[in-house]
Each structure stands twice: as structure tokens, then as C-alpha cells.
């Protein structure tokens, strides 16, 4: 399985915090650029004891190096991918993903 083959173009938008009129917080996503992203199901048999990685629901490997967690989503054909952990440390950044809609 080849990781270049099974990237797909990914929407990156990142959250800009904004206020309602009331002066209560709310999330507006912006898009930033469109990027390669492999996304894989997560495997349910890992045993870990990481509660973001038992929080998600897929995992991501992309080149993209200027990603944070909590601050970025994916979002490809309606789906919606929240980013909760990123390390950029190797050649590729790996994601760990949570579909939120």
C-alpha cells in the first residue's frame, strides 16, 4: 500500500474565534488552501492508553507541515474531520482525526 497513491485533496480551514452580538463565542471556519492528505480508518484492536487516540475516529498522513490540533479541520465531499493531535516531527505529519459531522 502506497501512501502517495492514497492521498486525496483535503480542505483545510482553521478557526477564527468571532462574537455574536451578545458577546458570546462562536466558530467560524475560514478556508486556508487545499492540501494531500492519506486518511485511514483507525484500527479498533490497538491497545492504547492515549485518550485522544481512543477519541478518534481516523488517522492522517499529509506533507503539510503548518498544522495545529484544536485549530484546523479537514473537510472532503460534506465530511468533516477534526484534528485533535498532529505531530509534525517526521517527513510526514501524522494526524489523529474525529469525524464531527
Known sequence: MSIN???????????????T???AGKQMWKNIRKIQVAVYKK???RVTASEKYLQSTHSGLTHYKKI?????????DGVVYEITSCNTEGRLTSLLL???E
Open 68 to 76: 495545529r490540533a484544536d485549530e484546523y479541520r479537514l473537510v472532503r
Open 5 to 19: 497513491r492514497d492521498m486525496k485533496e483535503y480542505t483545510l480551514q482553521q478557526n477564527i474565534p468571532a462574537q
Open 43 to 45: 484500527n479498533d484492536m
Open 21 to 23: 452580538e451578545s458577546g
Open 98 to 100: 474525529k469525524v464531527v
